[in-house]
Structure formats: structure tokens, C-alpha cells
């Protein structure tokens, strides 16, 4: 998530967040990506197998770990739909020091008739996009791409553009460009729903933190021009500033009887994602629905537990996904417990009392609709035509959201709301082909010359 409130808000959506977007590796957010295989260009191949990777001991004891589910039935992960991407425009190599979309280099794509996309696609995207608007001109674009007057023209006619029309306005205000080599990486989140109370009850004892007062964020810019944007989170102890605690410490009873539970969950697994999706759903004992959304998170870096395993030989490929990763917690508890530990990073949430969940950008991301990506390569609330190998996410999106594994250019993560169909689609998410980014005319015309 990233920060938005969302997942992977894991920042969701400023950790982004995503922001299941590791999963599927897994890593909701691990941004590695496996070797295709074979030894590197001036490499030999060891002659004998190595040795696993030996599990670390976990820092702390584990805290107990009591599986009860709360997903109605067993939702395993969608079966992935084949289809021929585009491929990529031909273009020079991204500079290997580019940090941005302008630095990694800006082609002309096709017109917006020649994406194929479905009405009912641009519609979606319409309706997304109108309610980005405010925040799109106003928000400087980290990426270098476009200037806030350059979106001018294409919000005001959206406020009353006919949602039928869709095709045509995106046809009219926008043209499409190719960042850097144009290769794209998709997966998945969603807004999951878990059992949780109000109040600490048999059975629901694992606690869900707001931001504890002593959690310090601090911009490095402002103490030196060399560390401009850069920022980091920790807290005092006595005249030292040093990292927060990380979860192992928070799971062993650091932030207990301080008063910061906002809720309490029945399964500490189901959370533990939860976390990694940046935003979710709690269905009380009363049957209500109390929604909650990402405030922050501790500062630690997001470690992707699907990935340790999968290089441990404890998953194998075709287990990776979020479905198989709960499968494999529940399992053994106190293993799954100190797994889970071996990530550090720990999401704080509040409770949402309007509509959502709210993307990086404040406003509500759409299912089906709404992706994140990293703001330094896509400006937050631009259109997003994706062209994969799998065809659920074929088609228009807009950018909405952030990730913490969300990072670099064509790195997207797509959002697929809540229930059991947008848990099976998300949870194993991993579509890989092309992306263009939809930008106003304007800013077409000033970045690029047409093939």
C-alpha cells in the first residue's frame, strides 16, 4: 500500500501498499522478480547443488498464533486467462541512472481508437478519473512529465462529459507514450474482509494499532540539498533517534497497554495480509462492517515471506500465491507465527468512516478500475492502457494509488475491490507485457515528436 490509505496504502499504500502486489512472487509488496533461469553472461554454473538457505532464527518469541479463518469457504487463486500482449515500441535504452519517467525516456504511442478498449472500460476509467481531478491539478507530478495547467482542459470537460461517451473524451483530450523500454509487470490487491471486534473478547486477540505518538517522521532534506526527498521514520530514545520497532518486537508485546488498539482480529494470518493490502474490511461479531485504512507504517522495509520460502524450497512455483502462502501458516502455527516475523514492516491503520478505500491521492480507488504505481514513473491519477499475457487486466485504468514493491517504470499493481471473486483474481496475480501511459495532449506534444 501505499502513502495513500489502500494497500499494498501499503505504502498501501506509503509502504502502498499494494499492494498484493508481492504476493503472487510472493512478495501485496517484494518488487523481486525470479531469474528466468540459467547462469549469468561470464558466469559458470556451479558444479554441485547448493545447500537451502537455512531459516534465521526470529528475533523475540513468536506470539501464538491461533488459525481461525474467517473468508467464507476456501478461495483458491483464479485460474489466469491467456492472451497475446502487445509488444513494447521500439526504443533506446533507459540511462541505468534514470530515477524518473522524463530521465528514463519518452516515445509517441498510437492514437487512443487503435487501444481497443471497451466501453465499458472507458467508462470505468471516466468515472475514476473525474474523481481524481482535483487532486491531479494541483499535485506536483514527480515524474517530470506533466505540468498542473496541462491537465486544465481535460478536468473541467470531465465534470460534465456523458459517462456513455467515454471513448470520445479520452479519444479527444489525450494522447498515449511509451516510458523508457515499455516492458510492464502487473499483479494484484484487493480490499480484503477478515472477523475482528471492537473490543479484545475470546477468540479475537490479535491487536489492530492506530499511529503510536512516539512514531517520528523525519525529512532528511531539510538537513542536507544531498538527501532532498528522502525521508525516514523512527523514534527517541533518550538523545538518539533509532529505527522503530519492528514486528517481531510489536508481536511480542512493545505498543501492548498503551491504549492504541483500534480493533482487535481473529487470525493473525488473515491480518498479517490484511496488513499487506494496506486497507480491508472488518466484519464485527455483530455482523456490522467496520472499515479501516492505512495510517502509516513503522518504517521498516517490506520483506516479500512468499519469496524466502519459495528460495527456501518450502513452496514450490505453482504455491505462491496468497492462497497457498495462508495455506502454508496455517499449517504449523509457531512456524507460520515466526514466518511471519521475518518480516519487519508493520502497517498502522485508522478507521474510515466515508467512502473507500482512498487511494494515494485521497480519493476511493475502483475495483477493476484503479491501479497503483510508482508516482516517479506515472503521474497519480494519469490513464493507464495495459496490453498482458493474462487477459483479466487487459484495458484502461488510472493510476490512483502507490505501493512499498510498487517501484520503477511499467511496474503496476491492480485493484479488484472486495469478495471472494477480487480475492481469487488478486491473489495470484502476475501478468507481464506493455504499458502506455494515456497523458493530455499538451504534454504529448511538449515531451515527445511523433513516430
Known sequence: MRGGTTRRAASARGFGFAALAALPLISACSSVIPDTGGPRPGTTPPVSKPSPTPTPTPIGTPRPYTP???????????????ATPNPPLAAPA?????????????????EYN??????????AALK???????????????????QNAEWTESCNAAKGWADRDASNFFSRYFGTVQIGAGTAFVTGYYEPEIAASRDKRPGYDVPIYRRPGDLVDVDLGTFSKDLQGKKIRGRVEGSNFIPYYDRAAIESGALANRGLEIAWAADAAEFFFLQ????????LPDGNIMRIGYETQNGRDYVGIGKLLLDRGELKTGQASMQGILDYLRADPVRGAAVMNENPSWVFFRELTGAGPLGALGVPVTGRASVAADPKYVPLGAPVFLSLDRAEPNGLWV???TGGAIKGANRFDSFWGAG??????????????SALLLLPRASVARLTIRR
Do not use: H, N, W, Y
Not at 114 to 123: F, K, M, R, W, Y
Not at 427 to 433: D, F, N, V, Y
Open 114 to 123: 487503435e487501444l481497443g478498449v471497451t466501453a465499458e472500460q472507458a467508462t
Open 68 to 82: 481461525r479463518p474467517s473468508e467464507s469457504g476456501s478461495v483458491v487463486a483464479a485460474k489466469p486467462i491467456p
Open 128 to 146: 475514476a478519473f473525474r474523481l481524481s481531478c482535483p487532486s491531479v491539478v494541483r499535485r506536483a507530478d514527480a515524474s517530470g512529465l506533466t
Open 399 to 401: 493510476a490512483q494509488d
Open 420 to 433: 471472494e471473486q477480487a480475492r481469487a483474481i488478486a491473489g495470484g496475480m502476475s501478468g507481464r507485457g
Open 276 to 283: 499487506v493490502q494496506g486497507s480491508g474490511r472488518l466484519r
Open 94 to 110: 533507459p540511462p541505468a541512472t534514470a530515477t524518473t519517467a522524463a530521465e528514463a525516456g519518452v516515445i509517441a504511442g498510437p
